[in-house]
């Protein structure tokens, strides 16, 4: 057990089947672990001020504010009007994507010809629907655990996921928000070993 949760006690608990995804408010201080149960799993991650849903994580400014495309530990993630919204305070991973934006409709259709495909963005929308958040208003997520490579002339390569059984991140809350987070359903190409699995998500007071 991470030693950053002693003395914690969890309040919240959701597992997420890939397709799939759930939101849950977080009080500020409080902490959301996010972990892959099987490992190799990716997991699209939004969120928004709680009172405020047109405040939301930026990944564009996110990677400005930490001058890096690569997140780490002691990192912020900040919004869209550069408030700091949470922080990693522990990472098993230290790979993840802030590049990508969620896997949709179109993206199975356009690039594998397959229709209604399970997919992040339909997701997060169903998770967030009693939050006032449409699908036009889902924005770009934070990947965690996706592996993700810069080829010499720029190019993005996906590869399979570093993520083994029960890696996590853990995020402590520096404002109130809610926070959505799907488990990717991608069974195309490497980003979940080929085998999506589920995500759990608990929250820490």
């Known amino acids: 057990m991470s030693q950053l949760l002693l003395g914690r006690m969890a309040v919240k608990a959701r597992q997420i089947r890939p397709g799939e995804a759930a939101a849950v408010e ?18 699209d991650f ?15 400014v996110t990677r400005a504010k930490n001058s890096s495309i690569m997140l ?23 790979r993840h994507d802030v590049l990508f934006a969620a896997c949709d409709p179109r993206r ?13 963005r339909e997701a997060l929308t169903a998770a967030l629907v009693d939050y006032g958040v449409d699908y036009d208003h889902v924005p770009d997520p934070i990947n965690w655990f996706m592996n993700v490579s810069i080829l010499q002339r720029g190019e993005l390569e996906i590869r399979e996921s570093l993520a083994e059984r029960n890696d ?11 926070v959505a987070t799907s ?14 699995t589920d995500i759990l998500l608990r929250v820490y007071k």
């Open 108 to 120: 199975y259709k356009d690039d594998f010809g397959l229709e209604e495909h399970a997919n992040c």
């Open 168 to 178: 996590y991140v853990l995020l402590n809350a520096l404002m109130d928000v809610v």
């Open 26 to 43: 977080l009080k500020t201080g409080q902490l959301l672990q996010i972990a892959t149960v099987q490992g190799k799993q990716v997991a």
């Open 46 to 60: 939004v969120a928004f001020n709680g009172a405020d849903r047109d405040e939301y994580l930026s990944t564009a």
């Open 72 to 94: 780490a530990n002691g990192m912020k993630l900040y919004s869209n009007r550069r408030n700091p919204m949470l922080e990693i305070v522990e990472d098993t991973v230290g």
């Open 183 to 196: 488990a990717c359903p991608q069974d195309q190409n490497p980003t979940n070993g080929g085998n999506p």
